[in-house]
């Protein structure tokens, strides 16, 4: 967005914009932004937060009126929108120690699937929607299709393996919307980020991600160690456990 805000005042046209990574902002040096420290995917906070949300498109608006010469990058003046805590985590199995082969992998997984399966079906009803789906997978299928992965690159030819990546992809994002959405059952929504390192910290999922980054780092094809590698695990929570 910084790039295009040069082009458009190139042509006359005033821009100012909403940053969520300063340091990218710094660089790119748009004519106008309002760094926010709020979570990426929320620039005006948190959602429901009207009042909050109203005055962040002011205060990012305003900037237009501020005299030259630019660039202008002011920081939000506000502490983030605290969300409601009322919320207990679900009960499970998980014990926290780490499986030794993908059977015993499959098996944690199965038993994470089975105590939060009834939360997200009813979850599911009240909502009408769900994110799960992309793999083609139920979420009862998933642990045993992704538990093979614990050892390695499955075995098969170079257009199978790029699909087993590419399904392994949409498999992990399948397995932490599931959990995710079974863990806020809309009773009182948890913050976001207190969601998700309970997914990192507290369930055989997160674990599993975890290591699953580990086995396909080594493995020889480029697609799954690019899997492995960028598009299982957050670099939040790699920078939380670093």
Same mark, same amino acid.
């Given at each position: 967005?910084?790039?295009?805000?040069?082009?458009?005042?190139?042509?006359?046209?005033?821009?100012?914009?909403?940053?969520?990574?300063?340091?990218?902002?710094?660089?790119?040096?748009?004519?106008?932004?309002?760094?926010?420290?709020?979570?990426?995917?929320?620039?005006?906070?948190?959602?429901?937060?009207?009042?909050?949300?109203?005055?962040?498109?002011?205060?990012?608006?305003?900037?237009?009126?501020?005299?030259? *010469?630019?660039?202008?990058?002011?920081?939000?003046?506000?502490?983030? *929108?605290?969300?409601?805590?009322?919320?207990?985590?679900?009960?499970?199995?998980?014990?926290?120690?780490?499986?030794?082969? *993908?059977?015993?992998?499959?098996?944690?997984?199965?038993?994470?699937?089975?105590?939060?399966?009834?939360?997200?079906?009813?979850?599911?009803?009240?909502?009408?929607?769900?994110?799960?789906?992309?793999?083609?997978?139920?979420?009862?299928?998933?642990?045993?299709?992704?538990?093979?992965?614990?050892?390695?690159?499955?075995?098969?030819?170079?257009?199978?393996?790029?699909?087993?990546?590419?399904?392994?992809?949409?498999?992990?994002?399948?397995?932490?919307?599931?959990?995710?959405?079974?863990?806020?059952?809309?009773?009182?929504?948890?913050?976001?980020?207190?969601?998700?390192?309970?997914?990192?910290?507290?369930?055989?999922?997160?674990?599993?991600?975890?290591?699953?980054?580990?086995?396909?780092?080594?493995?020889?094809? *480029?697609?799954?160690?690019?899997?492995?590698?960028?598009?299982?695990?957050?670099?939040?929570?790699?920078?939380?456990?670093?």
């Amino acid at each position: 967005m910084g790039g295009l805000g040069h082009y458009l005042e190139a042509e006359g046209i005033a821009t100012t914009s909403i940053s969520l990574i300063r340091l990218h902002t710094e660089k790119s040096r748009p004519p106008r932004a309002l760094w926010v420290p709020f979570e990426l995917g929320r620039p005006l906070g948190n959602p429901d937060d009207a009042e909050t949300r109203l005055r962040v498109l002011r205060h990012a608006l305003g900037l237009l009126e501020r005299p030259g *010469p630019g660039p202008i990058l002011e920081d939000w003046p506000e502490e983030q *929108p605290s969300e409601a805590m009322d919320w207990s985590p679900p009960a499970l199995p998980w014990s926290g120690n780490a499986p030794a082969d *993908p059977a015993a992998w499959q098996a944690a997984l199965q038993a994470d699937i089975d105590a939060l399966l009834p939360r997200w079906t009813a979850r599911r009803t009240a909502f009408g929607r769900t994110t799960v789906g992309l793999s083609g997978l139920s979420p009862e299928k998933l642990p045993a299709f992704m538990a093979p992965f614990a050892a390695g690159a499955p075995q098969g030819g170079v257009s199978d393996l790029k699909q087993a990546a590419q399904t392994l992809r949409y498999a992990a994002d399948d397995l932490k919307a599931f959990h995710l959405e079974a863990a806020d059952d809309g009773a009182a929504a948890p913050p976001s980020t207190v969601l998700a390192n309970w997914f990192w910290d507290a369930t055989a999922a997160g674990a599993f991600l975890l290591h699953l980054r580990e086995v396909l780092g080594s493995v020889e094809h *480029p697609r799954l160690r690019t899997v492995g590698a960028g598009m299982l695990v957050p670099g939040t929570q790699l920078a939380r456990r670093s």
